[in-house]
């Protein structure tokens, strides 16, 4: 079993930053491989951010590429994600996910078994 819990949420200036962690605990974190998603109002969870479990290889929706960097600290147990330039299309409730699964598909939810509670992210124009 894995617990992940998201912090770093809350309200900003289009323009302004954020940074986003995500603390793991009870399953080897240094072993799996993370992403981070988020769910705006009506809209379908999306793929925002993943990194592998070594944080070699990282990878990013077209959307937040350039803006959004994700990173991980595996002596700490935590991922995180740096948000800059935020828009207000960026408002959304962001999830931390990990994956156990042999194969990974880093942008599919279905390849990622435990997930956070989620934090917002209000980006205000």
């Known amino acids: 079993q894995a617990q992940l819990v998201e912090s770093g949420g809350g309200l900003v200036q289009a323009g302004g930053s954020l940074r986003l962690s995500c603390a793991a605990s009870?399953?080897?974190?240094?072993?799996?491989?993370m992403g981070w998603f988020r769910q705006a109002p009506g809209k379908e969870r999306e793929f925002v951010a993943a990194?592998?479990?070594?944080?070699?290889?990282?990878y990013y929706a077209d959307s937040v590429k350039g803006r959004f960097t994700i990173s991980r600290d595996n002596a700490k147990n935590t991922m995180y994600l740096q948000m800059n330039s935020l828009k207000p299309e960026d408002t959304a409730v962001y999830y931390c996910?990990?994956?156990?699964?042999?194969?990974?598909?880093?942008?599919?939810?279905?390849?990622?078994?435990?997930w956070g509670q989620g934090t917002q992210v209000t980006v205000s124009s």
């Open positions: 996910a990990a994956s156990t699964a042999g194969f990974w598909n880093v942008y599919s939810q279905r390849s990622y078994t435990y």
């Open positions: 009870g399953r080897t974190f240094s072993s799996s491989n």
């Open positions: 990194i592998s479990y070594s944080g070699g290889s990282t």
